[in-house]
C-alpha cells in the first residue's frame, strides 16, 4: 500500500513536469526569470538592471510560483508588480489587464483626490464618465427655441416684410 502510493506520487510529479512547459504561466515564469537574471536579454536594462530580483522560492521552482499566483484568469492577463520598484515575490505580484499594466509603470502621475492616490488617467476617465453621464440626462435641445432666441437676441437684423415685400428694417414698419 505504501509503495502503491508513493508510486502514485510520483507519476503526479512526472506528469506536472512533463506538462508544465505546456503551460501559459510557464511561459510567462520563464520571461520573469529571463528579464531579470540574463544580461543578454533586451529587456534586462529595466528588471534586472535596475536590482529588481525573483524570490527564492520561485527561482527555481515553477509550481510554487503556480501555487503562489494561480492560473491566467482569461486571456489578455499578464503578470504584474503591483510595487513597481519590488521584487517578484508573492506579496507584490498578481495577474493584471493591459489597462491595469499601462496605469502601473514608472512614470505615471498620481494625483491625490479626496484623500486617494489615484492616477491621472483614472481620473480623467471618471471625469469622462460624469461628463458623459451629464450629456444622457441633459434635456432634449429644442432647435426651435434656440432659432427664435437668436432672432430675439438681433433685434437690428434686416427682414422681409410681407406688407411691402421689401428689405426693410423692422423699425420702419412700427
Known amino acids: 500500500m505504501i509503495v502503491l502510493d508513493t508510486f502514485t506520487v510520483k ?6 513536469r ?3 512547459t505546456d503551460l501559459p504561466e510557464y511561459k510567462v515564469w520563464q520571461s520573469m526569470k529571463q ?3 540574463n544580461p543578454n536579454c533586451p529587456h534586462f536594462h529595466n528588471y534586472g538592471g535596475r536590482g529588481i530580483k525573483v524570490c527564492e522560492r520561485w527561482l527555481n521552482d515553477f ?4 501555487d503562489d499566483i494561480g492560473p491566467i484568469p482569461t486571456y489578455g492577463f499578464s503578470l504584474d508588480r503591483i510595487d513597481n520598484n519590488g521584487n517578484y515575490e508573492p506579496s507584490n505580484c498578481h495577474w493584471a489587464t493591459k489597462k491595469q499594466q499601462s496605469r502601473n509603470t514608472r512614470r505615471t502621475v498620481y494625483l491625490e ?3 486617494a492616490k489615484v492616477s491621472r488617467a ?3 476617465e471618471r471625469l469622462e464618465r460624469d461628463r458623459e453621464e451629464e450629456r444622457r440626462n441633459r434635456p432634449p435641445y429644442d432647435w426651435r427655441v434656440a432659432a427664435r432666441e437668436r432672432e430675439r437676441d438681433r433685434p437690428n437684423r434686416i427682414q422681409y416684410n410681407t406688407r411691402a415685400g421689401k ?3 423692422p423699425t420702419f414698419w412700427d
Not at 509550481?63 to 503556480?66: D, I, N, P
Request: aromatic share 16%.
Open 113 to 115: 483626490v479626496d484623500g
Open 167 to 169: 428689405k426693410r428694417h
Open 63 to 66: 509550481w510554487a510560483f503556480y
Open 122 to 124: 483614472d481620473w480623467l
Open 11 to 16: 507519476t503526479k510529479v512526472i506528469s506536472k
Open 18 to 20: 512533463r506538462h508544465q
Open 35 to 37: 528579464r531579470c537574471n
